[in-house]
């Protein structure tokens, strides 16, 4: 039986990490040692972990993370209103915020490791968009 599923991103930047995901998107450290940080909601289940590299826990593969080939999505209940909260604490943003034709309003900042952070509400879609893919 599955307890917990989570990504553990391998970079050397853990404390900066921390703190983005702390500071930003009020996670809590539910675990740190020098090695690794897991982030979760309430100091409870994991929902994100980041490992240092050197650690003789990382696996063969793959190395640290470069960029490509994976992004997190935070989904929330009002993405205007946390984009509101975020822009006027001052996170850059890499994507302002948007209402996309396939029914989400988004908004997105890249997180220490290079990690595209996608914060998404799930909103109608426009008529008929979906149509083409079901």
């Not at 205007?80 to 915020?97: I, K, P, Q, V």
Request: aromatic share 12%; proline share 7%; glycine share 6%.
């Amino acid at each position: 039986m599955i307890v917990a599923a989570y990504p553990i991103v391998i970079t050397d930047r853990l404390r900066e990490c921390r703190e983005f995901y702390v500071r930003w998107f009020e996670l809590d450290v539910v675990f740190e040692a020098s090695w690794i940080v897991v982030l979760g909601r309430d100091a409870e289940a994991p929902a994100l972990a980041f490992m240092h590299s050197s650690h003789p826990s990382e696996p063969p593969t793959p190395g640290a993370y470069s960029g490509d080939g994976m992004f997190i999505t935070l989904q929330v209940d009002d993405a205007r209103s946390e984009y509101e909260r975020l822009t006027s604490a001052g996170l850059a943003l890499a994507l302002e915020l948007t209402d996309e034709p396939w029914g989400q309003r988004r908004f997105a900042a890249v997180d220490p490791a290079g990690m595209w952070v996608d914060v998404v509400e799930q909103i109608d879609p426009e008529p008929g968009w979906w149509d083409q893919y079901l």
